[in-house]
Structures are given as structure tokens and as C-alpha cells.
């Protein structure tokens, strides 16, 4: 797990848990910046599949907006498509399927010919 100088049980723990999981670290530099005299560290880590981390910009702000920790923003660098799909499901009785039948091979005809419960499933699409 990199250049890590430094951990107790708990860290040794994420390390294993880390590498036992592929994970990949994004940030690379300290995050958080103790009073003296203890040195600047890594305990806020951003961890990314192998599968999406080189989709990923990391950056580290320098302002610490008030606070002992350095803010992380990660970009994901992907195009986020979106489809609509049709995914209701219709349960018909053998007979409500027969009527569906003949009304798709005689569509010319009256809408009159289907029952009330196959109109109704047409209200509900």
C-alpha cells in the first residue's frame, strides 16, 4: 500500500481491507494538517474501483474552508446515458389473451369488442 510510514491495528485493517478489495487511493497527498508538532496525514481517503478510477480527477483544495481538513472534489469523467424502457408487466387469463389476439388480427373493428378489464389496463398505460 504505497509509502504509508506509520499505522495502528485499525490502519493496518483498511490497508488490508483495501488491497484485499483492488481498491485504488485517488488522493496522493495529506488531507489533514494537525497543530504542531504532529505531522501533516492522509486519514481522509478517496477510494475508487479499478474498474472507475482512471474515469476519475481528483483535486485537493489548499483552502481549508475553516477546518483541519483539506476538501476533496472527485470528477468522474463519464457520459451518463439514460433509456427509458417499457418494463410493466401484464398478467392476462388465457381467454383475455385470445381477445387480445383476435383484436390485434382484426384491428380494423370496434374497441367495443374488448371486456371491460383489457379497456381498463389500456386506461392504465
Excluded at 495529506?30 to 501533516?40: D, L
Excluded at 385470445?98 to 389500456?122: G, Q, R
Amino acid at each position: 500500500m504505497g509509502s504509508i510510514t506509520r499505522t495502528n491495528t485499525a490502519g493496518r485493517v483498511l490497508c488490508e481491507s483495501i488491497d484485499d478489495q483492488h481498491l485504488i487511493i485517488l488522493n496522493s497527498m495529506s488531507t489533514f494538517i494537525p497543530p504542531p508538532p504532529r505531522n501533516p496525514s492522509t486519514i481522509d481517503l478517496t477510494l475508487a474501483s479499478p474498474s472507475i478510477a482512471s474515469l476519475c480527477d481528483t483535486r485537493i483544495f489548499s483552502d481549508l474552508c475553516r477546518s483541519d481538513h483539506h476538501p476533496i472534489e472527485v470528477l468522474v469523467n463519464y457520459l451518463i446515458k439514460s433509456i427509458k424502457t417499457f418494463s410493466y408487466k401484464l398478467n392476462f387469463t388465457s381467454s383475455q389473451w385470445s381477445e387480445v389476439k383476435y383484436f390485434n388480427d382484426n384491428a380494423h373493428s370496434s374497441s367495443t369488442l374488448l371486456t371491460p378489464t383489457i379497456l381498463s389496463l389500456n386506461m392504465i398505460l
